[in-house]
């Protein structure tokens, strides 16, 4: 929805030379739909030949006709979009594929590079064309115009040299290839098929569609080379400190999905038991905004004892509306999106539960809707704390100014939306919510400005850095 934080994207890839390879990829994407639907691609190569099929809109809009196919296919690489560096435009999908001295590579990007203007003006003054407005080829120029002799190599090579966030999956003629920031911002994981197959997934979820027994996450810092040989690992960058997006457990990933070991469900639910806790709230129903406020909802009927009951109904039919980068086309969705339920919530003390407040005006429209509906009073409780700073480091937030936390207090914002009471989740309480993982290997730079790497150098830029016009 429009209050919520900007995902990036999804990426996917495959190596087996005993399965369909494409047909796979496809079904990992359709999996990480939730990550980005702008647009989706596939490439696949057979060993000698490679080739690439984008589009604009949602995985099975895309491959509405075909699922891209090759004979003797054995290595595939997907990726699904929303953009946080450049315009939503079809030179802007993914994965991208060049041809450079050492033959054919592709490669799909998830994250946000914090210097790719200055590389990138640094690649162009040598000489260097561009032909996307993307952060991502950046990372492609560089492998290509290293002198190292192997891939490997030069794939290592040019992650020293970029900064910020980034998963990647690379494709050559006969490697699947990924890569995992030092920080490890993004998820990424590995499976094994039953056939003997590998692959590689933003989340776990990617790997359950297709039977992939999951085997690891990806480390911080590590590149994985798979091939006929079976998996290498590369350590590249292991001294900085760990620094995964909280909002993946909060928000992003899908609740089936395990991140580095932590359940993001068994987290969600704690979040809901802890803010029933803390925010002291009772009422005679628990009703969340679907969907992802629904497992934070079912832990704070869990531990309050107040029944939780379906007060909002969905539209399925209407994707995650935030994902329309549009303000006037995310306006339209949230009305189509969302009804309430009058018979449930008339009369009620509702207690409404959402995962996060960006902006407000969806969380403001919601209370209206409820009012309307008979809802005796509402009381709003947030599974994350107030968002106050922007985030680099692959997710497509708003200037500051526009964040409504770094404006107002919670009783500001409570009085904006028109709830009778407010409450945001604790930092602490956060942070116990994490019962699988060490919380203290998490960003929380959206709510504390403590950024694990520098922000300066993208944070006046924006989106659309690459994008400026010329004055005539």
Not at 323 to 331: A, G
Not at 435 to 453: G, L, Q
Request: charge should be negative; proline fraction near 3%; include cysteine.
């Amino acid at each position: 929805m429009e209050d919520k934080l900007k995902e990036a994207c999804g990426v996917y890839g495959v190596y087996s030379e005993n399965e369909n390879v494409t047909e796979m990829t496809y079904f990992g994407l359709y999996a990480l739909q939730h990550r980005g639907q702008e647009s989706a691609g596939i490439a696949v190569t057979d060993g000698a030949w490679m080739d690439v099929s984008r589009g604009m809109g949602l995985v099975n809009e895309v491959f509405r006709h075909q699922i891209p196919h090759m004979d003797g296919q054995k290595i595939a690489i997907g990726h699904v979009r929303y953009s946080t560096t450049g315009s939503s435009l079809l030179a802007n999908t993914q994965p991208l594929m060049v041809n450079y001295a050492g033959g054919r590579i592709a490669l799909s990007h998830n994250g946000n590079l914090t210097n790719a203007q200055e590389i990138r003006k640094e690649l162009e003054h040598s000489g260097t064309i561009f032909q996307t407005s993307i952060d991502s080829e950046v990372i492609v120029n560089l492998i290509a115009r290293s002198r190292k002799e192997t891939i490997e190599e030069r794939i290592v090579e040019s992650l020293k040299q970029v900064k910020g966030a980034y998963c990647l999956t690379i494709m050559t003629e006969d490697k699947l290839i990924a890569a995992r920031d030092p920080h490890g911002f993004r998820p990424l994981c590995i499976g094994k098929t039953e056939a003997g197959g590998f692959v590689v997934s933003s989340e776990t979820c990617g790997l359950d569609v297709v039977g992939a027994t999951f085997i690891r996450d990806v480390l911080p810092g590590e590149v994985v080379v798979i091939d006929s040989r079976g998996v290498t690992s590369i350590p590249f960058a292991t001294e900085e400190k760990k620094a995964s997006c909280i909002f993946e457990h909060i928000y992003f990933a899908r609740t089936d999905s395990v991140i580095d070991g932590q359940s993001v469900h068994a987290a969600r639910f704690k979040m809901g038991e802890i803010l029933a806790k803390e925010s002291g709230f009772t009422g005679d129903i628990v009703v969340s905004v679907p969907d992802s406020g629904n497992t934070a909802a079912a832990g704070f009927s869990h531990a309050s004892g107040i029944p939780f009951r379906e007060g909002l109904v969905k539209n399925r039919y209407v994707g995650r509306t935030f994902i329309q980068p549009v303000q006037s086309m995310r306006e339209t969705a949230v009305k189509l999106k969302l009804n309430p339920v009058k018979s449930v919530v008339e009369g009620k003390r509702v207690i409404l539960i959402d995962d996060s407040i960006v902006r407000g005006t969806t969380s403001g429209k919601i209370v209206k809707m409820l009012r309307h509906a008979g809802a005796k009073e509402i009381h709003m409780c947030i599974s994350s704390p107030p968002i106050g700073y922007p985030c680099y480091y692959g997710i497509d937030t708003s200037v500051r100014k526009e964040l409504i936390a770094s404006t107002k207090t919670v009783e500001e914002i409570r009085e904006y939306i028109n709830a009778d009471s407010l409450y945001f989740l604790s930092l602490e309480g956060l942070k116990e919510s994490l019962t699988e993982v060490d919380p203290e290997t998490m960003c929380y730079a959206c709510f504390n400005s403590a950024y694990p790497v520098a922000g300066e150098s993208v944070s006046g830029a924006g989106k659309y850095m690459f994008e400026e016009r010329k004055k005539l």
